[in-house]
């Protein structure tokens, strides 16, 4: 038996390859997900009524890259193909992304063009920062801030109006704390080993790639040729995950809900107790972990410190989600996708997305305001209420879009912990993790947003490259 610990897409994503591998029948394995709550999904909850949908946790998933290709082929594997809405290039909500700067809202550029021309709250066009990168000297380093990366190569102004809010928006994080393996992996191999990101450019164009390969369906053909920005599933993102449990379902995977792990205790490499809170135990001959990393290591504190000591590096951060719809005739925001305000603004809210411009089937204005991330504690302590956040997201929705009507409805979150920080050193630490695995034996494997990346396509992607490579061995 092969046990899945916690049922969020991680957990799911995992079950799914592992029946795609035929671990069932090859190995005649039985499998079975343990999940926490009386709910598989983890952070993806969507609220659906007739007029609104409210996004608590992810909206939007990329199509992009080998990931988001992957994430495609799995829903179209799912029977979801008829179930996209997605957003084309030309779109508002793919061409206008903005930042709230010094009381003013100003679009980012979304071209070629745009890079060409002088565009506030940047003093320059922004092909100024290559000239920049060209002119600065290579420091070497085996990882750094990808703030401090940024400002080196292309100057402060493109590190703090450009990357800080995409941090925020992308890991409710602090720039000079993330590392720049983050993102910016490729361009900050550029710069060790060429001296420069634009130097790094020029000369890849003439090496043979050596990148991953994958075989698209319909769908990922579809979102390549249509060039698609982004995208949803129409009535909920909570939809993928609901569909992934009854494909597991289906499959013979036994779903135990409302089950809470409280120990985790290896017997030998191809034995492990799951101990659940009611005192029950659960053996296993193996454990696919995708519950978060700082959970994960108070799980197996008691055999093994040192494991548990890396597992509890990783920070992670809290989120405040208020959801508001107002039931007007009249859109009361421009068509975009929303905007981030800069950590430099020093406001109580990371930025707004505009719900009613990129989910469909809405009747009026819905927007979401997400609050607080790295800043969490110290700009709102941590007993407040969800009233006072509420509170705080109205004030701020009303002085910076000019909105004077009354919400009509609204939800409110608080997301402990919800995501984790790649600082500097993760990848290096992650790494210490697996080996520490290894070569002790232990029948585990790691997947989950904690370790190969934070977004949907990350997480679905590692269940993938955990489970191949452990069918593999
Ligand atoms: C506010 C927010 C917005 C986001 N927006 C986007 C977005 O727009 N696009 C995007 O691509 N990504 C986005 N993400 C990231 C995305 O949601 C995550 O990558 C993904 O949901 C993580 O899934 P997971 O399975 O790794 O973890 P989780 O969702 O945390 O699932 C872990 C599961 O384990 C269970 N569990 C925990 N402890 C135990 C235990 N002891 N025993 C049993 N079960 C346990 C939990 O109940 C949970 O169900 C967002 C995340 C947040 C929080």
Redesign the pocket.
């Given at each position: 038996m092969a046990a899945i610990?916690?049922?969020?897409?991680?957990?799911?994503?995992t079950g799914y390859y592992l029946l795609k591998n035929n671990i069932t029948n090859n190995s005649n394995l039985k499998l079975f997900l343990?999940?926490?709550?009386d709910?598989?999904?983890?952070?993806?909850k969507s609220i659906k009524t007739r007029d609104y949908i409210f996004?608590?946790?992810?909206?939007?998933?990329?199509p992009r890259g080998i990931t988001g290709l992957n994430t495609l082929n799995m829903l179209q594997d799912l029977g979801l193909s008829e179930h996209i809405s997605y957003i084309k290039p030309d779109h508002p909500a793919a061409r206008n992304r903005m930042i709230y700067v010094n009381n003013t809202l100003y679009s980012l550029p979304s071209s070629l063009k745009g890079v060409f021309q002088k565009n506030e709250p940047f003093s320059k066009p922004l092909i100024y920062a290559a000239l920049n990168d060209l002119k600065q000297p290579q420091k070497e380093l085996k990882d750094d801030s990808i703030y401090n990366f940024v400002e080196r190569r292309f100057g402060k102004e493109v590190a703090d109006y450009a990357i800080s809010p995409m941090i925020c928006g992308?890991c409710?994080g602090d720039a000079k704390e993330i590392s720049v393996k983050f993102l910016m992996k490729t361009l900050f191999e550029y710069e060790q080993s060429y001296g420069g990101v634009v130097k790094g450019v020029m000369k890849s164009m003439f090496k043979p790639k050596n990148e991953e390969t994958l075989e698209l369906g319909e769908l990922a053909k579809r979102a390549q040729e249509e060039k698609w920005n982004i995208y949803t599933i129409k009535g909920g993102?909570d939809t993928f995950p609901l569909v992934m449990k009854q494909y597991l379902k289906d499959n013979d995977v036994d779903i135990h809900l409302n089950?809470?792990?409280?120990e985790i205790e290896f017997i030998d490499s191809s034995m492990v107790q799951?101990k659940?809170?009611n005192g029950e135990t659960i053996s296993a001959s193996h454990v696919y972990s995708?519950?978060?990393s700082h959970?994960l290591a108070?799980?197996i504190s008691k055999q093994h410190p040192q494991l548990s000591q890396l597992l509890s590096e990783t920070p992670f951060v809290t989120?405040g989600?208020v959801n508001l719809y107002f039931a007007t005739e009249k859109p009361l925001i421009e068509p975009a996708f929303g905007f981030l305000v800069p950590p430099i603004e020093n406001s109580p809210i990371l930025g707004v997305?505009f719900d009613s411009c990129c989910i469909p089937d809405q009747n009026g204005t819905v927007l979401t305001v997400?609050l607080g991330g790295r800043w969490f504690n110290e700009k709102f302590g941590s007993d407040v209420t969800k009233d006072r956040l509420l509170e705080i997201a109205v004030k701020e929705i009303k002085s910076i879009l000019k909105i004077e009507d009354k919400v009509t409805a609204y939800n409110v979150?608080i997301?402990d912990k919800?995501?984790p920080q790649y600082i500097i050193g993760h990848y290096d630490r992650v790494d210490r993790i697996r080996d520490y695995i290894q070569n002790k034996n232990l029948p585990i494997s790691l997947?989950?947003?904690?370790y190969d990346?934070?977004?949907?396509?990350?997480?679905i992607y590692s269940a993938k490259t955990q489970v191949e490579k452990d069918v593999t061995k």
């Amino acid at each position: 038996m092969a046990a899945i610990l916690g049922g969020g897409l991680g957990g799911l994503s995992t079950g799914y390859y592992l029946l795609k591998n035929n671990i069932t029948n090859n190995s005649n394995l039985k499998l079975f997900l343990v999940e926490a709550t009386d709910y598989c999904g983890g952070w993806i909850k969507s609220i659906k009524t007739r007029d609104y949908i409210f996004e608590q946790g992810p909206r939007t998933i990329r199509p992009r890259g080998i990931t988001g290709l992957n994430t495609l082929n799995m829903l179209q594997d799912l029977g979801l193909s008829e179930h996209i809405s997605y957003i084309k290039p030309d779109h508002p909500a793919a061409r206008n992304r903005m930042i709230y700067v010094n009381n003013t809202l100003y679009s980012l550029p979304s071209s070629l063009k745009g890079v060409f021309q002088k565009n506030e709250p940047f003093s320059k066009p922004l092909i100024y920062a290559a000239l920049n990168d060209l002119k600065q000297p290579q420091k070497e380093l085996k990882d750094d801030s990808i703030y401090n990366f940024v400002e080196r190569r292309f100057g402060k102004e493109v590190a703090d109006y450009a990357i800080s809010p995409m941090i925020c928006g992308i890991c409710a994080g602090d720039a000079k704390e993330i590392s720049v393996k983050f993102l910016m992996k490729t361009l900050f191999e550029y710069e060790q080993s060429y001296g420069g990101v634009v130097k790094g450019v020029m000369k890849s164009m003439f090496k043979p790639k050596n990148e991953e390969t994958l075989e698209l369906g319909e769908l990922a053909k579809r979102a390549q040729e249509e060039k698609w920005n982004i995208y949803t599933i129409k009535g909920g993102l909570d939809t993928f995950p609901l569909v992934m449990k009854q494909y597991l379902k289906d499959n013979d995977v036994d779903i135990h809900l409302n089950t809470k792990v409280e120990e985790i205790e290896f017997i030998d490499s191809s034995m492990v107790q799951l101990k659940k809170s009611n005192g029950e135990t659960i053996s296993a001959s193996h454990v696919y972990s995708s519950v978060p990393s700082h959970i994960l290591a108070k799980l197996i504190s008691k055999q093994h410190p040192q494991l548990s000591q890396l597992l509890s590096e990783t920070p992670f951060v809290t989120v405040g989600i208020v959801n508001l719809y107002f039931a007007t005739e009249k859109p009361l925001i421009e068509p975009a996708f929303g905007f981030l305000v800069p950590p430099i603004e020093n406001s109580p809210i990371l930025g707004v997305v505009f719900d009613s411009c990129c989910i469909p089937d809405q009747n009026g204005t819905v927007l979401t305001v997400m609050l607080g991330g790295r800043w969490f504690n110290e700009k709102f302590g941590s007993d407040v209420t969800k009233d006072r956040l509420l509170e705080i997201a109205v004030k701020e929705i009303k002085s910076i879009l000019k909105i004077e009507d009354k919400v009509t409805a609204y939800n409110v979150g608080i997301l402990d912990k919800c995501i984790p920080q790649y600082i500097i050193g993760h990848y290096d630490r992650v790494d210490r993790i697996r080996d520490y695995i290894q070569n002790k034996n232990l029948p585990i494997s790691l997947v989950g947003s904690s370790y190969d990346g934070v977004g949907i396509n990350d997480v679905i992607y590692s269940a993938k490259t955990q489970v191949e490579k452990d069918v593999t061995k």
